[in-house]
């Protein structure tokens, strides 16, 4: 598994809210949400990290 980095997101309120109600909605963590709303704009956008061969 790789290494997580932790770093502060400012966000504007009624952003924050939104994305927690959608994660409630999908039955996941605020943080898990943001996680897979960034990796599907990588994956569209043809920018997903490379895994690395262990």
Known sequence: ????KAFA???NEDMLKAIEKWASDEFRSTNGQI???????LKE???EPKKKEE
């Open 1 to 4: 598994m790789s290494k997580k």
């Open 45 to 47: 956008a043809k920018r």
């Open 9 to 11: 997101l400012r966000l």
């Open 35 to 41: 996680e897979w709303m960034l990796m599907k704009s």
